[in-house]
């Protein structure tokens, strides 16, 4: 690929690919096969399945290619056809423009062409379409070319069905396999045999899976973890509500405030991309009009007056910046205007415009992610429409979390037709997607403030970034060998360390060096090398007639070449990344033996489980020390390039050091409850924040103190937020504790957590015992390390840079330890 795929990206890749291969091995026996990729969206399902397409293609480490595979790719629209190849086309570095085949009505092949993709709407299969019509210019009708595929190519077609949730629904018993996408799963008598592999892709799965079961397929589902997606940062996190309080006239003045809401995006990104030496994102707003009136006119809503609040809002755009996707499909005059029509597809890459006008919906071929403000003119008895479009407009526009500016992981949405029981109704719709949308927080305007750094504040920032920080990596456990090798390669490619690939990879072969060193002279580990090339056969003598055989002479002969590769391979997909390959060839480079024995003493060596397990604990050992020996220079870099080295940390198999990297401006609730000395605050100076009464508490006794200069809320589960590791059953998880607090002593900045903590929590001791934990590391670089445990209305401190504190914290595990422990202290 051209990209580098996020970690759940290649985890569903890597499942996605053995999901196919097993389908075409099991096809061949003439059982009938399904895979089932469903995943949110905006996560990816077109790269992911182009990477899968790759390596069943090209083959990878584990696999040898299929170069005569061949793809048909079913989709209900032209457009959307479109926009996959051309996602593919500036995606893949291994599909080239002449493999993705577009099927129109000049096809005419006895077979799909091997080594393609080829693309299909299923419009041009109905009836009376020249496509599936034999003729004097025809050949082969489509539905012969599909036949003849299918036997020519056993095990090596595969019929992936896009957006799989549509035109699953059989009407009735009688009508199986009436639509065209039934046709493929369920064949067709007299036109098509059921395709022996069929791939499904969609963010709703539901119903292609329920027609799956009804047939005798077996069905390989691959699922994505929705939270995964989230976490990676190609959706925004947050949708902000803007509607009037109050039932009047408001739809223009809105318009204006949407308005207003590009130009701070426009100027936000701006600014951001210039600091980062990025290309620039030019946002969009999207106006979602009202449909056709009765006389006639293009919509009930006046985009012609429209036009006109937009033009002294943002100044005298030229014509080319206003554009349409009505269905219409042409430039469409408009007052004074000439509106342009552009295709759905076509926006994302037009430059020019900056206004969309579009009526019911933009979802048929609609993927881009610079539409950053949306405001819509429509009645609140159209809410699906919009969370339809909103499900779209959340995809971020670098594919990634923006940590510096929060305000750039966010939508605002301007609906004036709206009153606070429908906007409730969006709310709910939002907030529970039922269509595959992605899961994002719904937010009112109102609730909504921003946070700008205080003046005079570096210096507090610089003392919180110097501070320890964790990140625990998620129950998935990731490959610490491709953790190490995909550090290496950005090491490389960064200039941070050019020999750095040489020495992952001499790290992991030395680990397989030093065993084989260890076990060559192994009597045991002769015999079985020796064991593994030779079989023994023995012969049955059947004499006809008779009840059963006689024993005969029995034989050995030597391993098959093609069979001694089978146990090379697999000892390569546990090993992975090629590491198999690269030592055997220094083992058969030395001239010291030959090819096959090399690869069985590899195989042999890897039969241990304990080996293992040492060449990923190495890999560990290797990126941890990478990370803090490149992280000043990787703190250097912009914040595009630090992200893949955060995606790294967070394929840690235990919980890791991490460098704290605070944003320049926030977003959070806003509230009645105003702070001084946060190092966070609003246009008035202050931070907006609403705390239970033992919080308030703990922070007006902490700001009241003279030697306290700035305090920081730690906010939970943020990617700037200082992360403490605890563990729970052996699984490790992520807590924040609540305060950082800045004193100034003496000219020299230190730095308090203070963290109030009930003790009737589920989780409370297991909390109190990780805390203790990060103390006993690194109390020396905190002036305290508080925990305050809360019963009732009664509150204990117990700091823990103490070490006889800390060590009657750290074995808490029960809640009736904790609770004594509590009791006991004064």
Same mark, same amino acid.
């Given at each position: 690929m051209k990209i580098i795929l996020k970690d759940f990206q290649e985890a569903a890749v890597s499942k996605l690919v053995r999901h196919l291969r097993g389908a075409s091995r099991d096809s061949l026996s003439g059982d009938r096969q399904s895979v089932c990729l469903s995943s949110t969206t905006g996560s990816g399902k077109t790269v992911m399945l182009t990477r899968a397409i790759e390596l069943i293609l090209d083959g990878d480490d584990e696999h040898v290619p299929i170069k005569d595979a061949t793809f048909l790719w079913v989709t209900d629209d032209p457009q959307l056809n479109e926009q996959t190849r051309k996602k593919m086309v500036a995606t893949s570095s291994i599909l080239k423009s002449e493999q993705l085949v577009v099927v129109d009505a000049s096809f005419d092949e006895e077979t799909l062409i091997p080594g393609a993709v080829h693309f299909i709407n299923i419009q041009k299969l109905g009836k009376e379409k020249n496509l599936i019509t034999p003729g004097d210019k025809r050949t082969y009708s489509f539905w012969e070319t599909i036949r003849n595929t299918i036997d020519m190519l056993p095990g090596k077609f595969f019929v992936v069905i896009d957006e799989a949730h549509r035109g699953m629904i059989e009407e009735t018993a009688q009508e199986e396999a009436a639509t065209i996408v039934q046709k493929f799963i369920k064949g067709s008598p007299g036109e098509v045999p059921a395709v022996p592999i069929v791939v499904g892709i969609s963010a709703t799965p539901e119903r292609f899976n329920r027609l799956i079961v009804g047939t005798s397929r077996a069905n390989r589902p691959v699922d994505v973890d929705v939270a995964d997606v989230r976490e990676s940062g190609l959706i925004k996190d947050t949708i902000v509500l803007h509607h009037p309080k109050r039932e009047q006239p408001a739809d223009m003045t809105l318009l204006r405030e949407a308005a207003s809401a590009l130009k701070r995006f426009t100027a936000q990104w701006a600014g951001y991309c210039a600091a980062q030496e990025e290309f620039t994102v030019q946002p969009l707003l999207i106006v979602q009009v009202e449909d056709s009136g009765s006389k006639g006119a293009i919509s009930e809503t006046d985009i012609a007056e429209a036009i006109r609040m937009l033009r002294n809002e943002l100044g005298d755009f030229v014509s080319s910046a206003f554009a349409h996707s009505f269905q219409e499909g042409t430039t469409l005059t408009i007052g004074a205007d000439e509106v342009r029509y552009i295709a759905p597809s076509e926006i994302q890459n037009d430059f020019d415009v900056r206004v969309i006008f579009f009526k019911s919906s933009l979802n048929t071929g609609w993927d881009c992610p610079r539409a950053e403000v949306m405001m819509s003119f429509r009645t609140a008895a159209d809410f699906t429409y919009i969370a339809q479009l909103v499900g779209r407009m959340v995809r971020a526009p670098l594919a990634r979390r923006i940590v510096d500016n929060e305000l750039l992981n966010t939508v605002p949405l301007y609906l004036p037709h709206y009153d606070s029981k429908a906007l409730q109704r969006i709310i709910s719709k939002l907030s529970k997607p039922d269509d595959g949308a992605p899961p994002i927080d719904i937010e009112k305007s109102d609730d909504v403030v921003e946070l700008q750094r205080a003046l005079e504040s570096d210096r507090y920032f610089a003392a919180l970034s110097a501070l320890p920080s964790y990140v625990v990596p998620r129950r998935r456990k990731a490959n610490q060998v491709r953790r190490l090798m995909k550090f290496a390669r950005l090491l490389t490619n960064d200039g941070i360390d050019v020999n750095a690939v040489a020495t992952a990879r001499d790290t992991l072969t030395g680990v397989l060096n030093a065993e084989y060193e260890r076990q060559k002279n192994d009597p045991r580990f002769k015999e079985m090398i020796e064991g593994k090339r030779r079989i023994a056969i023995e012969a049955i003598n059947w004499d006809v007639g008779a009840l059963a055989g006689r024993t005969g002479s029995s034989t050995e002969i030597d391993i098959a070449a093609e069979n001694v590769e089978d146990l090379f391979e697999a000892t390569g997909r546990r090993l992975n990344e090629?590491?198999?390959? @690269?030592?055997?060839? +220094?083992?058969?480079?030395?001239?010291?033996?030959?090819?096959?024995?090399?690869?069985?003493?590899?195989?042999a060596l890897c039969t241990d489980p304990s080996l293992i397990k040492r060449v990923e604990s190495s890999a560990q050992e290797r990126v941890q020390s990478w990370l803090s020996a490149h992280r000043t220079a990787i703190s250097g870099l912009d914040e595009g390039s630090r992200a893949q080295y955060t995606e790294i940390r967070n394929l840690a198999a235990s919980p890791e050091l991490s460098p704290l990297v605070y944003p320049a401006a926030l977003q959070a609730r806003a509230s009645d409850g105003r702070w001084a000395k946060?190092?966070?605050?609003?246009?008035? /100076?202050?931070? =907006?924040? +609403?705390?239970?009464?033992?919080?308030?508490?703990?922070?007006? =006794?902490?700001? /009241?103190?003279?030697?306290?200069?700035?305090?920081?809320?730690?906010?939970?589960?943020?990617?700037?937020?200082?992360?403490?590791?605890?563990?729970?059953?052996?699984?490790?998880?992520?807590?924040?504790? +609540?305060?950082?607090?800045?004193?100034?002593? +003496?000219?020299?900045?230190?730095?308090? @957590? @203070?963290?109030?903590?009930? @003790?009737s929590l589920a989780d409370a001791p297991a909390k109190a015992a990780g805390l203790a934990k990060f103390a006993a590391k690194h109390a020396d670089r905190f002036g305290r390390i508080e925990l305050i445990m809360v019963d009732g209305s009664t509150t204990k401190t117990f700091d823990l840079t103490s070490e006889t504190v800390r060590n009657r914290v750290r074995g808490l595990k029960l809640h009736n330890e904790m609770k004594r422990l509590f009791d006991e202290a004064p």
């Open positions: 090629g590491l198999h390959k @690269i030592w055997w060839r +220094d083992r058969v480079n030395n001239g010291s033996v030959d090819r096959e024995k090399a690869k069985l003493e590899l195989f946060h190092l966070y605050v609003s246009a008035d /100076g202050d931070y =907006q924040a +609403d705390f239970n009464n033992v919080e308030r508490a703990v922070l007006n =006794q902490e700001i /009241g103190r003279s030697d306290v200069s700035a305090w920081l809320r730690n906010v939970d589960r943020k990617p700037w937020a200082l992360c403490v590791p605890y563990d729970v059953d052996g699984e490790d998880r992520a807590m924040y504790p +609540d305060f950082l607090v800045v004193r100034d002593k +003496d000219g020299q900045l230190i730095v308090d @957590i @203070i963290d109030p903590h009930a @003790i």
